[in-house]
T-cell receptor, first 116, second 113 residues
Framework: DTAVSQTPKYLVTQMGNDKSIKCEQN?????MYWYKQDSKKFLKIMFS???????INETVPNRFSPKSPDKAHLNLHINSLELGDSAVYFC???????????????FGNGTRLTVT | RKEVEQDPGPFNVPEGATVAFNCTYS??????FFWYRQDCRKEPKLLMS???SGNEDGRFTAQLNRASQYISLLIRDSKLSDSATYLC??????????????FGQGTELSVKP
């Protein structure tokens, strides 16, 4: 019973290619996120969606385009991949209560992207 | 100033030691606070939520000081299995920016036999 699942687990590709990462949650949460963890291990928020609506876009290059077909899914498409995009990408979900409080984040097991 | 700031690591301690981690946050309107643990090459996992009155879960005690915008995590009787990176997480506060949860840079703990 995986709560947050993302695929693929590993992605190795060449510069200039386009790739997608998929994420699904079965927790009934209303908010989903993409986080990027770079080589220095710092976890930085990229996007959040609340009930299919984009809420947070943290100055991510527009080569990154999230898509949420429904509140249980949040996919990430990356165009024209660059070396600097190499990182671990984590999908997560949470329940936002009354706009002020969050339930804890539940993470997928990550997608390790390597751009060569 | 970083939105969430943690003690620099690594912390190297012997088994059985007590170790404390500190975290400060910049947004006084933040309402939700958590400690996460991340093992090497794994996803972060919730260790515990942090409540205003402080809370304990076995060997782990979390404290919140809203006036100083400070969160702490105390681990008693350290085990080898406690070796991991500990992440402080704080939300975006009132009107919550859509549930934004911000991570500190993490503090690495290594427990030695």
């Amino acid at each position: 019973d995986t709560a947050v699942s993302q695929t693929p687990k590993y992605l190795v590709t060449q510069m200039g290619n386009d790739k997608s990462i998929k994420c699904e949650q079965n927790l009934g949460h209303d908010t989903m996120y993409w986080y990027k963890q770079d080589s220095k291990k710092f976890l930085k928020i990229m996007f959040s969606y609340n009930n299919k609506e984009l809420i947070i876009n943290e100055t991510v290059p527009n080569r990154f385009s999230p898509k949420s077909p429904d509140k249980a899914h949040l996919n990430l498409h990356i165009n024209s991949l660059e070396l600097g995009d190499s990182a671990v990408y984590f999908c997560a979900s949470s329940q936002v209560r009354t706009g002020d409080y969050n339930s804890p984040l539940h993470f997928g097991n990550g997608t390790r992207l390597t751009v060569t | 100033r970083k939105e969430v700031e943690q003690d620099p690591g690594p912390f190297n301690v012997p088994e059985g030691a007590t170790v404390a981690f500190n975290c400060t946050y910049s947004n006084s309107a933040s309402q939700s606070f958590f400690w996460y643990r991340q093992d090497c090459r794994k996803e972060p996992k919730l260790l515990m939520s942090v409540y205003s009155s402080g809370n304990e879960d076995g060997r782990f005690t979390a404290q919140l000081n809203r006036a100083s915008q400070y969160i702490s995590l105390l681990i008693r009787d350290s085990k080898l299995s406690d070796s991991a990176t500990y992440l402080c997480v704080v939300n975006g506060g009132k009107y919550n920016q859509g549930g934004k949860l911000i991570f500190g840079q993490g503090t690495e703990l290594s427990v030695k036999p």
